[in-house]
Antibody
Framework: QVQLQESGPGLVKPSGTLSLTCAVS?????????WTWVRQPPGKGLEWIGE???????NYNPSLTSRVSISIDNSISHFSLRLISVTAADTAVYYC???????????WGQGALVTVSS | EIVLTQSPGTLSLSPGERATLSCRAS???????LGWYQQKPGQAPRLLIY???SRATGIPDRFSGTGSGTDFTLTINRLEPEDFAVYFC?????????FGQGTKVEIK
């Protein structure tokens, strides 16, 4: 059973950069899956941010594409999220998850709350 | 972009009752690429149903998904105390991975 764990700063200043890493264990990151980021503002719904394949190919939510980048390091089974020029609207719990073409988001991290505030 | 609309927003039921949750898509969902997730407070979502009607590993058979095209339903038979949560539908026919806004199933 693959496990995912987010890590990174819980507080980011406005106009700064949000950076999170997801560690994958219990399975290979170099498989036919997409490694994704999903966020959830407090009390609100889920928003897909983007995804990366082990080859480095990426897809991003068009509403965030100008500010977001996702990278992967297969050697240490990590993938990372970078979101620039953050505002209070980016305050959310950020989840990393595994996406499969057949089943969807079948494994999730526990989530990391990131607050954008000065 | 496919927009998913879930109804009702909140469902108030008692343990043992049946819950019927609706998810309507703004356009047809190709190959029934639609999933349902359960989320409890402070927890990550959990996959319940994929491909509109297939239960994910370890999901009890009181959860069932039906539907095709633009109209999908999640049914929970004989609600257990642990079933009171928020449920999201999600389409994956497109690369947007769009979620519905959620239905909260609360104890009456």
């Amino acid at each position: 059973q693959v496990q995912l764990q987010e890590s990174g700063p819980g507080l980011v200043k406005p106009s700064g950069t949000l950076s999170l890493t997801c560690a994958v264990s219990g399975g290979s990151i170099s498989t036919h899956n997409w490694w994704t980021w999903v966020r959830q503002p407090p009390g609100k719904g889920l928003e897909w941010i983007g995804e990366i394949y082990h080859t480095g190919s990426t897809n991003y939510n068009p509403s965030l594409t100008s500010r977001v980048s996702i990278s992967i390091d297969n050697s240490i089974s990590h993938f990372s999220l970078r979101l620039i020029s953050v505002t209070a609207a980016d305050t959310a719990v950020y989840y990393c998850a595994r996406w499969t073409d057949i089943t969807g988001f079948d494994s999730w991290g526990q989530g990391a709350l990131v607050t954008v505030s000065s | 972009e496919i927009v998913l609309t879930q109804s009702p927003g909140t469902l108030s039921l008692s343990p043992g009752e049946r819950a019927t949750l609706s998810c309507r898509a703004s356009q047809s969902v190709t190959s029934n690429f639609l999933g349902w997730y359960q989320q409890k407070p402070g927890q990550a979502p959990r996959l319940l149903i994929y491909g509109a009607s297939s239960r994910a590993t370890g999901i009890p058979d009181r959860f069932s998904g039906t539907g095709s095209g633009t109209d999908f339903t999640l049914t929970i038979n004989r609600l257990e105390p642990e079933d009171f949560a928020v449920y999201f539908c999600q389409e994956y026919a497109s690369t947007r991975r769009t979620f519905g806004q959620g239905t909260k199933v609360e104890i009456k």
